[in-house]
């Protein structure tokens, strides 16, 4: 089964890399799809660099919602952030809470049309997940392990990134790689204010009904999700077992 498994994530990738590379090989796959001569492979752009674009987008909003979060979880899971969490707690749900594409609508007049709307969604839509895995990950250490560290002489300071992170590593890395799916698909919004990413070719099959830019454009964003959950389980997989733990998404 595990030899199974990995034949299907290496036949993803392939179809994936070939697909973005040289899409027109499957033009006759789409053709079927479209009506009225429509050209059935995207043809407003190149699907290489707009899944480039798409994937900067997503990586570069993960990065600024693990620092925030990691940070705002390690402050208030402190003595001295305790009486912060539930206002933390409240911050951190506003992605939740409003849809990204209202706070696209909101984003827009500030900052203009771009990128710059499309990462402020994906930021406050990524924070939630990493903020409650860090939560969970730095509450759960045991407290005879925190103990013995005191014992030995270590520092709060020392305890937090010698003992308390590590520990907490696999979990947040779980909270991570669920804000990243989440916005590899969420992220095919912005094309809607003229960031460049896989939503145009979905958007652009929309407007002109061709079923098969709209296949193309969910189907490459499908694999990338595919993937890459694959790619950062892997990762928490090794850290665990560095740490003598059970990986956190093993039960997801």
Same mark, same amino acid.
Request: charged share 10%; hydrophobic share 55%; no cysteine.
């Given at each position: 089964?595990?030899?199974?498994?990995?034949?299907?994530?290496?036949?993803?990738?392939?179809?994936?890399?070939?697909?973005?590379?040289?899409?027109?090989?499957?033009?006759?796959?789409?053709?079927?799809?479209? +009506?009225?001569?429509?050209?059935?492979?995207?043809?407003?752009?190149?699907?290489?660099?707009?899944?480039?674009?798409?994937?900067?987008?997503?990586?570069?909003?993960?990065?600024?919602?693990?620092?925030?979060?990691?940070?705002?979880?390690?402050?208030?899971?402190?003595?001295?952030?305790?009486?912060?969490?539930?206002?933390?707690?409240?911050?951190?749900?506003?992605?939740?809470?409003?849809?990204?594409?209202?706070?696209?609508?909101?984003?827009?007049?500030?900052?203009?049309?771009?990128?710059?709307?499309?990462?402020?969604?994906?930021?406050?839509?990524?924070?939630?997940?990493?903020?409650?895995?860090?939560?969970?990950?730095?509450?759960?250490?045991?407290?005879?392990?925190?103990?013995?560290?005191?014992?030995?002489?270590?520092?709060?300071?020392?305890?937090?990134?010698?003992?308390?992170?590590?520990?907490?590593?696999?979990?947040?890395?779980?909270?991570?790689?669920?804000?990243?799916?989440?916005?590899?698909? +969420?992220?095919?919004?912005?094309?809607?204010?003229?960031?460049?990413?896989?939503?145009?070719?979905?958007?652009?099959?929309? $407007?002109?009904?061709?079923?098969?830019?709209?296949? $193309?454009?969910?189907?490459?964003?499908?694999?990338?999700?595919?993937?890459?959950?694959?790619?950062?389980?892997?990762?928490?997989?090794?850290?665990?077992?560095?740490?003598?733990? $059970?990986?956190?998404?093993?039960?997801?």
């Amino acid at each position: 089964m595990r030899a199974l498994a990995i034949l299907l994530r290496l036949a993803a990738l392939v179809l994936l890399v070939t697909f973005i590379a040289a899409p027109n090989l499957f033009a006759p796959v789409f053709q079927p799809l479209t +009506t009225y001569d429509a050209p059935a492979i995207y043809n407003q752009g190149s699907l290489f660099s707009l899944t480039l674009s798409h994937l900067a987008t997503v990586f570069s909003a993960a990065l600024a919602s693990t620092v925030v979060a990691v940070l705002l979880g390690i402050f208030v899971t402190r003595p001295s952030g305790l009486e912060f969490l539930p206002l933390s707690r409240s911050l951190v749900n506003i992605g939740q809470t409003f849809p990204p594409v209202a706070v696209l609508a909101v984003a827009v007049p500030l900052v203009g049309f771009g990128e710059a709307p499309t990462l402020i969604a994906l930021f406050l839509y990524g924070l939630l997940p990493i903020f409650e895995n860090t939560l969970s990950g730095l509450t759960n250490v045991s407290p005879l392990t925190l103990e013995a560290a005191k014992g030995m002489g270590m520092s709060a300071r020392q305890r937090l990134l010698g003992v308390e992170l590590p520990l907490a590593l696999p979990i947040i890395l779980a909270g991570i790689r669920l804000s990243v799916v989440i916005n590899l698909g +969420t992220a095919t919004i912005g094309s809607t204010v003229a960031a460049k990413g896989l939503g145009e070719v979905i958007i652009a099959g929309l $407007q002109s009904n061709n079923t098969a830019f709209i296949l $193309q454009g969910g189907l490459i964003v499908a694999l990338l999700a595919i993937l890459i959950h694959d790619a950062l389980m892997s990762v928490e997989r090794i850290v665990a077992r560095r740490l003598g733990q $059970q990986p956190a998404g093993a039960a997801a």
